[in-house]
């Protein structure tokens, strides 16, 4: 599974982005897929996913002013963020998880997001 991420541009606080993760190669295997953000060296740190079947799950910090949904047509995840601050900056990470008979995960190049204030 190959994941390409886009959209990541610098942005104003207060205003609004939208991400994209295209996946290719063996995409009916894919399970959940999700989006990390990583600052400098610290861990990459989960914070949106959706399954297959579009259940979502949202970290605290986020779930007011973020969307992740899924378009399996197009084999494309998207995370829409609003209402931005410049603690978002950070480099987004998309993650798939995928296997048929092992689930493995595999993730995107990043894409930076920079919110000025």
């Known amino acids: 599974v190959q994941l390409v991420e ?9 205003g609004f982005l939208t991400l994209s993760c295209v996946a290719s190669g063996i995409i009916f ?11 400098l060296e610290k861990d990459r740190d989960l ?3 959706i ?3 579009s259940i979502t799950n949202y970290a605290d ?6 969307t992740i949904s899924r378009d399996n047509d197009r084999n494309t995840v998207y995370l829409q963020m609003n209402s931005l601050e410049p603690e978002d900056t950070d480099v987004y990470y998309c993650n798939a998880q995928a ?9 995107g190049q990043g894409t930076q997001v920079t919110v000025s204030s």
């Open 51 to 53: 399954s297959s079947g």
């Open 99 to 107: 296997g048929v008979l092992v689930q493995l995960s595999y993730w």
């Open 6 to 14: 886009s959209g990541g541009v610098l942005a104003q606080s207060g």
């Open 47 to 49: 914070f949106l996913r």
């Open 61 to 66: 910090s986020v779930k007011s002013r973020f």
């Open 29 to 39: 295997s894919i399970s959940v897929m999700g989006w990390y953000r990583q600052v």
